[in-house]
Each structure stands twice: as C-alpha cells, then as structure tokens.
C-alpha cells in the first residue's frame, strides 16, 4: 500500500506537471516559459514558498469531476526578490488554458489576503483563456473577488501584473487596477473583446496583435508601463523594478550604499541646453548625469514620449522622476503626457517615494485634438497629483516653465519644497514673441517696433531672476553643480512629515 509520504510526492509529481508534457512543450514552442519557470526566475534561486499545491476544482458539469490536476491553473506562494519577501502568483496555460475557476480565485485570494495583512507586494502573471467556460458564474464571481482586493491593496502595497499570454475580457480589469502592467512582446495581448467579436459588431478585421499586443498597448492605448522581447527580459526587470519599490506603504524605502560621488559635478550638463531657445535636447541625459550610476528604470517608455517618468536613486535613495522631454512635441503637456505623469506621482506619493520633476515646458499643446479630448480634465489630473502629493518635491527648472504649466509642474505654489533653476531659465506667462503680440498690439504694423518692445519683454521677463525675487524659486544653481544640489535637497527633506486635511477620499477629476 502507499504510504502517505509516497502519496505526497506523487502527488507533488503530477502537480508539478500541470496540463502534462505534451501540452509543456506546447508552451515552449510559443516562445513561453511555463509558470512554474517564471516563478523560478522571478524569485532568488530556492526561495519560493508554495501554497495551495492539491487544491483541486469542484466542478461536477460537463465531466469536469474526472477532470482533476492538483494546482488548479495557478501557482502561489511566496518568495524572495534580492532577499526582499514578495508574494506571487502565476497562471498555468498548460491546465485548462489557464482559466480561472472558483478554486483558482480562491487561490489568488488567498496570497492577496496574506500580501495585505504583512504588508507585502504582489505580482500576478497573467497566462489565460479567461473565465474558466464549464463553471459559468463561479468563475465571473472569482473574478470579482480579485478585483476587490486589487481594489483595497491598491496604495497600500505594490501590485505588478506580468502579461504573459492571453488576457481577455472582464479578465483586463484585475491588471488594469493595478500599479505596473508589463507585457512581453508576440505572445501576450489584453484586449476586453477578442478579434472575432470586433468583427462581428464593428466590421473591423484586425488581428490579436493589433487589437491588444504588447506594442499597441506601450505605444498608444498606454494600457501596458512596459513591454519585452521576451519572457526572461520581462522577468529580470521586474526584478529591477522591485529593488525601486518599498514593500509596502508602511515603508521602508529600500536605500542601498551609494558608490557615485555626491558631489560629482557634470560638465555635460553646463553645455547640454543648447543657446537656441527653440532647439531640443535630450531630458534623458540630464537625468542619466545627475542620477547614482546612471541607472534609470524607466516606465511607459514608448508612450506620450513627450513626458518622462520612472525610477533612480539620489545618495541611494529611490526616486521618482518626472521630466518634460523637450526632444518630443517640445516637451509641451498635452492628454496623454497629463495621465502618464498624474498616475506616476500618484504612485511615488501612495509609497513615500520623493519626487524630482525637472521642467523644460513651453505650456499645454494647443488645438481642437486636445481640447475635445479633455485637456482641461487632464491636465487637472497632473495638478491634482502634484498639489496632493505629501512626499519631499524638488524641482528643478532646466529652461522653459510658461504659463499654467509652469504652476503644475511641481511649482513652489503646488507646495514644492525646494524650487531650483539653471541660470538661463525663462519663466513667464508666455513666450516674448506672444506675449508681445497682444500686449504691444499697437506695434503689430511696425516690426522694427515689435521686435524693440518683444526684446524689451525678454530682458524684463525671461529669466529665472523675477521668479526668484518673489522666493517662488529658492536659488538659481549652475548646471555642474546640479547633483550635489539635488542630493542635499533630498537629504533634508528626508525629515519632511505633512498630511492633507482629513477626507473620505479626494474627487480627482477622472
Ligand atoms: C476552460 C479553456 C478556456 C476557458 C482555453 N481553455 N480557454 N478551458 N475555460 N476559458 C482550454 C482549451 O479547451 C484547451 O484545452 C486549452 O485550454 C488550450 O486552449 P487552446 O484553445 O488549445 O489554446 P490556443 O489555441 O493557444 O488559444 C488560446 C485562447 C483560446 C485564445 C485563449 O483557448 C480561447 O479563445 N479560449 C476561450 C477564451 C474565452 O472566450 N474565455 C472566456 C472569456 S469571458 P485542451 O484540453 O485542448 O488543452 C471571460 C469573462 C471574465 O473571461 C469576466 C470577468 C469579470
């Protein structure tokens, strides 16, 4: 007779099967790693804990009782990411296409309930066909209990979903809730109705890539923070990712020793604005020359280009960044650039992460595109997240701050509490050639007049001296000296505790 321990293993044996070696190998000709390798590779080498291994679906439709693979579809447990505990959960394609039945929730919930209660992140890999079809409103009801506890973890511990395969219907939401979408390219896609129900209803014949693959979802919609070649890439730099991230809102910030002098003065950065005004640079040097080693992690990288968000660390410590990009549409915020930046400082303020915009912004994008698309409701979103944020803010204007941009852009008005500016930074309502034109309006026929009078307004107006005399900026720095600047900026504001008025929750203008 079998012994109980002989049962145990054999059971572990079929469990770590999952659908079975034929259907493995199906996977691995798709270019996908199987779940249990994702998590192999997620985690630091024999770290993972697993739970809920002989959990097995209840159903008795359709000959599902003689149907029966220990796990369920889904891989939980706990582990370690850089000695860092984190708990994680990762469907399996190869059992029933990864669906989710009644048990398979119950298994997500449960490592969710945990990841709360100790204040542990979360990342959910995402690899299946949906509701589990044999269960019916089982599986839509397990899908509902995700959402709600994504919906109370939010804010209150980091949640990263890994799209490593279909993610379809009703199925988006739980990713959509959460902070960070990674999606890995040709074999992942999100969409909330497939191909075969767009043609029906819109007559439009698109493939799956094209409805939600990783591309359209990093470049357009913005759905996905990321995207990867491949299952490995994505997975080491959710790794990275975690070693910017607290584990939880309680804290503490994950500060490492820093290598890179403080005090390192830049060269690069007293030349990279160039003399032309209207001539753009690349705001991503700057950050790479006043950043710890040149590490940046970079979110939405391919998504509203015209603004720069993610991760670095100052003295060690994590950062989040926020940066007008001049090299796009001029580095003006329009839509897009808006929401990318609002949800970003949004995230840095729910886990303590001190922000650091640098401003090179010549106003919102003009036109109908904008306005019929919502800027006003927008760019309200921008200057909601940076006046409610309670984190230490520093700003940093490179060049460019007009007008109402200039106010959201983490202002001293916006409670910024240290305000710097390179020496040749132009803060005004608007550029000298506009305003010229409608405040000099009687010498609109007379050019040589125009130009005296638009000269005058530079001098006047276009300099970071007025805005600094009002104590709207608390010094005017020289480029080389950038990073010790900013570096002792965030070090005595590491002391910085401030709350907002108490409320049931804000009413940010969604
Ligand atoms: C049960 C499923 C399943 C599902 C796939 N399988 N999806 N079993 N419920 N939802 C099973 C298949 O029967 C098959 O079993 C195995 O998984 C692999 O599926 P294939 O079709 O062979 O794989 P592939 O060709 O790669 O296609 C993958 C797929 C396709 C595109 C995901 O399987 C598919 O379209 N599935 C149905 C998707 C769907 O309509 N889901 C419900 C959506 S509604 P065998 O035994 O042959 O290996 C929904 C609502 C959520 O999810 C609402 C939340 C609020």
């Not at 401003?359 to 909601?384: C, N, R, W």
């Amino acid at each position: 007779m079998q012994t109980n321990t002989e049962m145990l293993e054999q059971k572990r044996a079929e469990a770590r099967l999952g659908g079975g070696q034929a259907r493995i190998d199906k996977q691995h000709a798709k270019g996908k790693l199987t779940a249990r390798e994702r998590i192999a590779l997620l985690l630091d080498p024999d770290s993972f804990e697993e739970w809920d291994m002989f959990v097995e679906h209840r159903c008795i439709d359709f000959d599902m009782e003689e149907h029966k693979i220990p796990g369920d579809g889904v891989v939980t447990g706990n582990g370690l990411i850089n000695g860092r505990p984190v708990f994680v959960y990762s469907q399996d394609f190869t059992v029933f296409g990864g669906s989710l039945s009644e048990t398979h929730a119950a298994k997500i919930c449960k490592v969710m309930d945990q990841a709360i209660k100790l204040g542990l992140p979360v990342i959910g890999i995402n690899d299946s066909g949906g509701a589990r079809i044999q269960e019916g409103v089982a599986s839509l009801g397990g899908y509902a209990e995700v959402f709600q506890r994504n919906v109370l973890a939010s804010g209150v511990i980091p949640q990263i979903s890994l799209i490593m395969g279909p993610c379809a219907g009703g199925a988006v939401y739980s990713p959509a809730i959460t902070d960070f979408i990674f999606m890995v390219e040709n074999s992942s896609y999100m969409f909330v109705t497939g191909p075969d129900v767009v043609k029906t209803v819109t007559h439009e014949d698109l493939t799956a890539a094209e409805l939600g693959g990783a591309e359209m979802h990093a470049k357009t919609s913005g759905v996905s923070h990321g995207r990867f070649e491949n299952d490995l890439e994505l997975l080491v730099n959710t790794r990275r990712l975690m070693g910017f991230l607290p584990l939880s809102n309680a804290g503490p910030l994950p500060i490492i020793e820093c290598d890179d002098p403080i005090d390192r003065q830049s060269e690069t950065l007293a030349n990279i604005v160039p003399e032309n005004p209207n001539m753009p640079y690349d705001m991503k040097h700057v950050i790479l020359e006043i950043v710890d080693d040149q590490e940046f992690f970079e979110i939405h990288a391919d998504y509203a280009k015209n603004i720069i968000v993610g991760f670095a660390r100052m003295n060690g410590m994590p950062i989040g960044i926020v940066a007008n990009q001049p090299l796009v549409l001029a580095g003006c915020l329009d839509c897009n650039s808006s929401r990318k930046a609002a949800r970003f400082v949004r995230f840095c303020d729910a886990f303590d992460i001190s922000i650091l915009t640098l401003v090179d912004v010549p106003g919102f994008m003009p036109g109908l595109a904008q306005e019929t698309g919502g800027i006003i409701s927008h760019g309200a979103k921008l200057l909601f997240a940076f006046a409610e944020a309670t984190v230490p803010k520093v700003t940093l204007i490179t060049r460019k701050a007009y007008g109402g941009a200039y106010d959201v852009m983490a202002s001293k008005h916006l409670r910024g509490d240290v305000n710097y500016a390179w020496p040749n930074a132009e803060i005004a309502v608007m550029g000298p050639e506009g305003a010229a034109r409608i405040i000099f309006r009687d010498a609109s026929d007379n050019p040589e007049l125009l130009e005296k009078k638009t000269q005058n307004y530079r001098e006047k107006f276009v300099n970071p001296f007025v805005a600094a005399s009002r104590g709207y900026l608390d010094d005017i720095i020289r480029p080389v000296n950038t990073r010790r600047r900013l570096v002792n900026a965030f070090e005595i504001l590491k002391r910085k505790q401030l709350k907002n008025p108490p409320r049931k929750h804000d009413n940010l203008p969604l």
